[in-house]
């Protein structure tokens, strides 16, 4: 079992849909984050958060941190947003950040 | 701002032949420094990463070795590489810290196919 799990791993969408990516981690962390692959192949980072919720524009991250879980939401979303997003820990006590293998999502015009 | 440069973008090379991946970092001190390594359709898998100059930790032994010969440069090297060398290279820094902590910021990657 990986200690960082994404679900789903593949995601179609129309455009406009409201889009919802799940993370589950099972080590201890000092944070989570979200990133976004572009089909390029350049990572960016989205979010970091250790608690509660983040918004920045049409996207929003949030975690449970009893439940060891986050979510990525997309609203209002647009083929723009087409891309891989990846959820990593950053493992407490180490210099480590843990990768899930990322949730690959096409939105359709 | 702080900027990560990494080159070159894309890279053929024969089975056999040596690798120098080189990555450099701008507008931050004392940054910690990862190397990964993506597989077609797969997760990042760590390689090395590095808290210091000079400092070296190994994930996955391999045919692969790093150096840090400045504060803000990172070298991804081989000596002769093979066909399971071929990837997707990534080169990232965070904050410096005890602790993983802190964003991570990528280079844009190098494509490595090794024929």
């Known amino acids: 079992k990986n200690e960082v799990e994404q679900s789903p791993q593949n995601l179609t969408a129309q455009e406009g849909e409201f889009i919802t990516i799940n993370c589950s981690y099972s080590?201890?962390?000092?944070?989570l984050h979200w990133l976004q692959q572009h089909p390029g192949g350049g990572i960016v980072s989205l979010f970091m958060?250790?608690?509660g919720k983040k918004k920045h524009g049409r996207l929003i991250a949030t975690i449970n941190i009893q439940e060891k879980h986050s979510s990525l939401h997309i609203t209002a979303s647009h083929p723009r947003d087409s891309a891989v997003y990846i959820c990593?820990?950053?493992?407490?006590?180490?210099?480590?950040?843990?990768f899930g293998t990322g949730t690959r999502l096409k939105v359709l015009a | 701002s702080q900027t990560i440069h990494q080159w070159p973008a894309t890279l053929v090379q024969p089975v056999g032949s040596p690798l120098s991946l080189e990555c450099t970092v701008e507008?931050?001190?004392?940054?910690?420094l990862y190397w990964y390594r993506q597989a077609a359709g797969r997760g990042l898998q760590l390689l090395f990463y590095?808290?210091?100059?000079?400092?070296i930790s190994s994930e996955v032994p391999q045919n692969l070795s790093a150096s840090r010969p400045q504060d803000r440069q990172f070298i991804l090297s081989s000596k002769k590489l093979l066909l399971s060398d071929s990837g997707f290279y990534l080169c990232?820094?965070?904050?410096?810290?005890?602790?993983?902590?802190?964003?991570?910021?990528f280079g844009n990657g190098t494509r490595l196919t090794v024929t």
């Open positions: 080590v201890g962390i000092s944070a």
């Open positions: 590095s808290v210091g100059i000079g400092q």
């Open positions: 507008g931050t001190s004392n940054p910690n």
């Open positions: 990232a820094w965070s904050v410096r810290g005890r602790n993983a902590r802190g964003p991570l910021h």
């Open positions: 958060l250790s608690s």
């Open positions: 990593a820990a950053s493992t407490s006590g180490t210099y480590k950040y843990i």
